[in-house]
Nanobody, 115 residues
């Protein structure tokens, strides 16, 4: 059974930082493209950042220079370091694992950026 468990969300002031983690089980983590998506109230889910098995990374324009995605294949975990957070980063953040037509999602972790 595949499980993706996100953690690290919470309430943070504008300009602050958070580090999200997504621990996976039930998949061969190292071969999967891992991604972080987010969905704000009333908006569609959007890609925030992704990292391939080879370490290639991609970011949404809105987070470039502020967010960093990384993966630890030994721990089957992907991270999202979020710095200089803005109120518009408020959303539920979801972890995704994708390989060969198989795509799995976590339950999400809520991030609220507010003073």
């Amino acid at each position: 059974q595949v499980q993706l468990l996100e953690s690290g969300g919470g309430l943070v002031q504008p300009g602050g930082s958070l580090r999200l983690s997504c621990a996976s089980s039930g998949i061969i983590f190292s071969i999967y493209t891992m991604g972080w998506y987010r969905q704000a109230p009333g908006k569609q889910r959007e890609l925030v950042a992704s990292t391939t098995s080879g370490g290639f990374t991609k970011y949404a324009d809105s987070v470039k220079g502020r967010f960093t995605i990384s993966r630890d294949n030994a721990k089957n975990t992907v991270y999202l370091q979020m710095n200089s957070l803005k109120p518009e980063d408020t959303a539920i953040y979801y972890c995704n694992a994708d390989f060969g037509g198989f795509s799995y999602w976590g339950q999400g972790t809520e991030v609220t950026v507010s003073s």
